[in-house]
């Protein structure tokens, strides 16, 4: 009863645990952040993060939406990014979407653009070109235009005109 053995304390999952909820009546000044799930009936004027996120058919989000899974009944002034976002009937989106997986409902309406992240990380940044070698091979330096961005031979010239 009173041994020095180690103590077992119960911890509290967030996937066990119930959601956090801003009722309708409810007005929040600030950015909310939890890694559990999030019900928003109110309005809220700030970003909001979480694992999951679900707007209600009342609420007004005014700010930066980021979670894993989002369901959106309600409005949103502002980007949304989410692996897995869905539109309901009633949701009003004014801002742009990057997701994984979109579903959107007959009478959603969007005002913005929609990105596939997976789209956007498979996208190569464009290399900016290497200054060329004389083709005599001789060790004087490529020719460069005003900015020192190196040229290749066919545009030395057109740059110094």
Known sequence: MFSKAE???????????PPSIISANLKV???LETDGELHVDGEVDGDIAARKLTIGQTACVRGEVRADDVTIH?????????GRVALTKTARITGDIHHESLAIE????????CRNSQKAAET?????????????GADRPA???????????????????
């Open 143 to 161: 020719a460069q235009d005003d900015a020192g961005n190196g040229l290749a031979a066919k545009d030395s010239i057109a740059a110094r005109i």
């Open 124 to 136: 190569k940044r464009i290399e900016a070109p290497q200054p060329s070698k004389p083709a005599d």
């Open 7 to 17: 103590k077992t304390t119960a911890r509290r999952t967030t996937s066990n645990a």
């Open 106 to 113: 007959a009478g959603a309406t969007l005002d913005g653009h």
């Open 29 to 31: 000044l600030g950015n």
């Open 74 to 82: 309600g409005e949103v002034r502002g980007c949304v990014r989410a």
